[in-house]
């Protein structure tokens, strides 16, 4: 039935939205009601600006109360996470890059290695821990304009957040697949390590995702589109279906 379907989406996402007062943006898996059926709910932490993406599974009864996956507990380790950057000589998989390899303007950039490290997920250096670091509750930085979009071909889950990075999520699990860092936020990336940040918030990658069609000009590929939002007047393209995603172009206007 057409119109208990939309009525049942409506409900779910009303809940969502209204689960936690630091919800954000939800987004469906489906346009129907099936078994593996999902809603994906963002969320941000202003005490600390780190944030989450879980699912919740819906039914023609509703929304379930307990999540199905939450990201910030399927994340690498993050020595092990696979996360691009868009540098100055080109891509890099900082997973496999260190910092001493990096470009020297993007070095400068980043300040040092500690910096490097905090960004791909390193809390050693975190004041807690007897660092100079700023201190997170989660490694996923706060996703407040940017909504998770589903790509039902490949399942995976797009949204951007305020950590510098586009995430790319399994739609199933909630494991991140990779992330990837565009140029133009990498000078303010630093700024994420003030202690004091809690009350010098910024914006990253706060804005829409969109997912291409296959067309003849597309070779046949989706591409994935994001935007910067609130973080600058900045756009991106990617394509996520080779091994190694790759970087389409990335705008940005003079």
């Known amino acids: 039935n057409p119109t208990k379907l939309k009525d049942s989406l409506r409900n779910a996402f009303a809940a969502a939205a209204s689960s936690a007062t630091s919800a954000s943006n939800v987004a469906s898996n489906s346009g129907r009601i099936a078994g593996d059926t999902r809603i994906y709910q963002a969320s941000f932490v202003p005490v600390d600006w780190t944030g989450n993406v879980l699912a919740f599974p819906i039914t023609l009864s509703g929304v379930g109360a307990a999540s199905s996956w939450r990201a910030d507990e399927q994340l690498p380790l993050w020595n092990s996470r696979k996360i691009y950057m868009n540098t100055s000589a080109g891509v890099v998989d900082t997973s496999a890059t260190a910092y001493t390899s990096l470009p020297a303007g993007d070095r400068t950039l980043l300040v040092n290695d500690n910096t490097y490290r905090y960004i791909r997920g390193d809390k050693s250096k975190e004041v807690v821990n007897g660092g100079s670091l700023r201190n997170r509750s989660s490694i996923l930085g706060d996703i407040i304009h940017s909504s998770p979009t589903y790509e039902p071909d490949s399942k995976n889950l797009y949204v951007g957040a305020n950590d510098g990075m586009l995430h790319v999520f399994d739609g199933a699990t909630g494991a991140e697949k990779f992330a990837f860092i565009p ?72």
């Open 183 to 254: 140029n133009q936020v990498i000078p303010r990336l630093k700024n994420l390590t003030a202690p004091n940040y809690s009350t010098n918030h910024e914006y990253f990658v706060d804005g829409d995702v969109q997912v291409g069609f296959k067309t003849l000009e597309s070779n046949s590929k989706k591409y994935i589109y994001s935007q910067l939002g609130r973080g600058g007047k900045g756009v991106f393209s990617i394509d996520p279906s080779t091994t190694i995603p790759t970087l389409t172009w990335e705008y940005t206007p003079v």
